[in-house]
């Protein structure tokens, strides 16, 4: 399996202090829900490498991890062995749906999954039949308003659509009858640095990503920049260039927040959306 920032391997991320960001704010999200997953049989949609269910299983009755990835699934049935934990492979959601009966999740979790999906409206609908009643979707999403430019195309080539405030409004008020949307984001210092990251990414890939560029030449352009980078990064391994470390860990995860201050720059969404 090829190791890449979009499988979020904590072994790859924490090498380089460019990356330490994304890492810590995807650990911080599933910090950040464990009070609504308490008690819950909860379904982690997109697992990967399982950390995320790993952190749930803390306080869940049991948390149950999926992925349409073999390889991570058996990497993290390795790492994580815990009687309320369990990672199962799956297919895409266009081929079977989801293996399990209608009405046995309390809490669904799709953390920066949302976005790599072809189908919504599958996604959607399978997500309702398998929650009870009164149970719940977790959903957290990038937000394009921060990373994208007018007329572009997510320049991220793993991501299949990015959405604004707007839009992720409209969608989910086409499947849910009670939903909440709220930011969740960085504060102070990491908050610039990973809006400068995305600033520059963003134009720096925009004459490739606008949506006047067909798709297949967007595709192979970003997948041989992708290449390219990630063979510096290895050059950097070999040569054993000293980088430096500007965040603690533990003091950078407190610092990622949820909030509904419209002022804040919410680099993602973080979606309540419930059955009932």
């Not at 192979?220 to 992708?226: A, R």
Request: net charge positive; aromatic share 14%.
């Amino acid at each position: 399996m090829e190791k890449t920032s979009e499988r979020l391997d904590p072994e790859v991320l924490k090498s380089t202090d460019e990356n330490i960001n994304l890492l810590v704010f995807h650990i911080a999200t599933y910090k950040l829900i464990k009070g609504y997953v308490k008690d819950k049989i909860v379904l982690d949609f997109g697992c990967g490498e399982g950390y995320g269910s790993s952190i749930m299983k803390d306080v869940a009755k049991k948390v149950v991890g999926v992925d349409v990835s073999s390889d991570v699934i058996i990497k993290a049935r390795e790492k994580y062995r815990f009687d309320n934990l369990e990672f199962l492979f799956i297919d895409k959601l266009e081929k079977k749906g989801l293996m399990f009966q209608d009405k046995t999740f309390d809490v669904v979790v799709a953390s920066q999954v949302f976005e790599h999906l072809d189908n919504f409206d599958i996604f959607f609908k399978e997500v309702k039949r398998i929650l009870k009643d009164d149970g719940f979707l977790i959903l957290t999403t990038p937000n394009s308003s921060l990373r994208l430019l007018p007329f572009q195309t997510p320049w991220n080539h793993h991501h299949k659509r990015e959405l604004n405030y707007f839009e992720i409004d409209s969608m989910l008020s086409k499947y849910f009858p009670s939903y909440k949307i709220f930011g969740i984001t960085f504060l102070g210092i990491p908050l610039r640095k990973e809006i400068r990251r995305v600033t520059k990414l963003k134009i720096f890939l925009y004459p490739f990503t606008n949506i006047v560029v067909p798709e297949k030449i967007k595709l192979n352009v970003l997948k041989t920049l992708w290449d390219i980078f990630r063979k510096r990064d290895i050059l950097s391994k070999i040569l054993k260039r000293k980088k430096e470390k500007y965040y603690d860990v533990d003091k950078l995860t407190k610092r990622v927040i949820i909030t509904d201050n419209p002022r804040k720059k919410w680099l993602s969404f973080i979606c309540f959306c419930y059955k009932k």
